[in-house]
């Protein structure tokens, strides 16, 4: 299988932090968004949306972040989902609120204070960050108090928490304290000690070096 991506990405961080948990082995494509890859021809050939990650399992292509991690989940048997139908449902609450709700927000700041930087795009927005910033601590302030008692997302070590922590990983490099939030904090410090977790970590900061270099 294939998987085009670019490593720093978030979304593609959930993807590959999943298939290293799995033991699945992909072949990365790199598809450079920095330069603008993702708009050419023959790469929306692949994903008409222009956007990464995309799988590609023989003749099968399939884009979306959360549906390539749910593939990958069903070809190892289900692996990284609760057996309950409450328990799969909660991992999918938890995997749309990433997708809708915490993804935007911490997208905002990640934008102007990482990206713009990055890309030579100008000074950040000020106005943009306060913004996203609000709208993380207010989302956040919901997962601390949703975790009380839990270990992890679900109850158990689900995709939801390879979909958030990969989100979280980046609040440091945005300036977006955890320090109210010490549930996240912990959950989070017991999902960075995963090998899983560290690799995926590892490509995103080799790949930002290397750009930033």
């Known amino acids: 299988m294939k998987l085009y991506d670019f490593a720093f990405s978030p979304n593609c961080r959930k993807v590959r932090a999943t298939a290293y948990e799995l033991g699945v082995p992909l072949e990365s494509v790199h598809v450079d968004l920095l330069n603008g890859e993702q708009r050419t021809a ?46 799969r449902a909660d991992v999918d609450r938890w ?3 990433q997708l809708a709700h915490l993804g935007p927000a911490m997208g905002k700041v990640a ?21 996203g910033s609000q709208e993380f601590v207010t989302l956040s302030a919901v997962m601390d108090r949703m975790l009380e008692g839990r270990e992890y997302l679900a109850g158990t070590l689900s995709l939801a928490d390879f ?24 959950w989070l410090n017991r999902m960075m000690e995963r090998d899983s977790m560290k690799r995926a970590l590892a490509d995103a900061h080799a790949l930002i070096s290397h750009h930033a270099a």
């Open 42 to 87: 023959a790469y929306l050939r692949i994903n008409p949306n222009g956007r990464v990650p995309v799988l590609v399992d023989r003749e099968f292509v399939l884009f979306e972040s959360t549906a390539i991690m749910r593939y990958l989940s069903a070809k190892q048997g289900g692996a990284l989902l609760p057996t309950t139908l409450e328990g």
């Open 95 to 97: 995997m749309a609120w």
């Open 111 to 131: 934008f102007e204070r990482v990206v713009k930087k990055l890309t030579r795009q100008g000074a950040p927005d000020e106005a943009a960050i306060a913004a």
């Open 163 to 186: 979909a958030l922590a990969s989100h979280y990983s980046l609040a440091e490099m945005c300036g977006l304290s955890l320090a109210p939030f010490p549930r996240i904090a912990d």
